[in-house]
């Protein structure tokens, strides 16, 4: 189970984010110990250098998780820096001026994490500064929230300037109709491929004899996942998003217009950054707006817009929340 470990001194907060790696070094450690004495025990052919240069290589992979689970970020109030350390070796540092927040972040189908931004890159990679965790129900998060953050916060943000935001009066994400702002989404490019994908799989199925030799569940995922890619890239085009400031509402319309669901202004809670993945590399980020459904007393995540880079975001933001009337 991951966990944060950390020191609160009354300038410092040692934050060691990856001390559960040190269980994992262990069984490597175990493993890589049996492994050892196989070859020492079994393939005794090698020379005595050969086989201790073996012994040393192995060794260095548990050796290496044990260095990276001492990971350490430390926030020093007395010299108003954080120090990044990977086990004692200094990584680089970071004055708080530069922080711009550090909060809850949210990776698709990998759980999430407390992580540092700076104001240089708001909505980047980020630095952790916590474990992942799968649930916020877990002792250690909850922990973290209530002893950590408040003295990251007096440390680092508590003598801060406020700086406030300015309200957007040219917008670029939005089109305005009449007190309606349009989500503007450039969804042509979408289309095409959604047509292509589905044109595959009716070009398999044209094809009879296309994968016969193959097992039946092999055929079935070539045939029919293009067909499923594609109708999500249809279903898109055919959606749409507006904020009726008339009205006070998020309308979210589906199938041409002919699903229409509306929500208001003061359900939406917060918007969510979601970094997104594909095979452990960055495929881009995705804005979503958390809404509130008092009807069924629950939380419903509606996706708003996708950024390959990270650089507009705080632009969509502060326009969407001109918009709702929060700037």
Known sequence: ????????????????????LRI??????????????????????????????????????PLLLVFVAESKV??????????????????????????????????????????????????????????????ATDANFIQYQNEVLPKIDELVFA?????????????????????????????????????????????????????????AFKRILVTYFPLIIGLVFVYAFFSSLKFDKNQGKVIHSTFGGRKVTEYAFDDLIRFQIVRKTTNLIYSGTEVNAEIYLPDKNKMKTLSMKSFIGTKKIDRFLDEANTILGRI
Request: hydrophobic share 45%; charged share 20%; proline share 3%.
């Open 159 to 215: 003598n801060a300037p406020v700086i406030s935001k300015q309200a957007i009066f040219d917008f670029e994400f939005f089109k305005e109709e009449g007190g309606v702002y349009v989500l503007r989404q450039n969804k042509i490019g979408g289309l095409i491929v959604g047509f292509v994908m589905i044109g595959i799989t009716v070009a398999i199925l044209l094809n009879p004899d296309f994968m016969m030799e193959e097992a």
């Open 74 to 135: 430390i926030f020093n109030g007395t010299d108003r820096r954080l120090y990044k350390k990977i086990g004692f070796l200094p990584v680089g540092s970071i004055p708080f001026d530069d922080i711009a927040a550090v909060e809850l972040y949210e990776t698709l189908g990998s759980g999430f994490n407390y992580s540092l931004f700076r104001k240089s890159n708001r909505h980047g990679k980020g630095l952790v500064v916590s474990a992942g965790y799968s649930k």
């Open 24 to 61: 994992l070094g262990l069984v490597f450690f175990i493993l890589v110990a049996v492994f050892i004495y196989f070859l020492a025990t079994e393939m005794s052919g090698y020379s005595v250098a050969t086989s201790i240069t073996y012994y040393v290589v192995l060794l260095m992979i």
């Open 1 to 20: 189970m991951a966990k944060t470990k950390w020191i609160i001194e009354p300038s410092t907060v040692t934050i060691y984010p990856k001390r559960s």
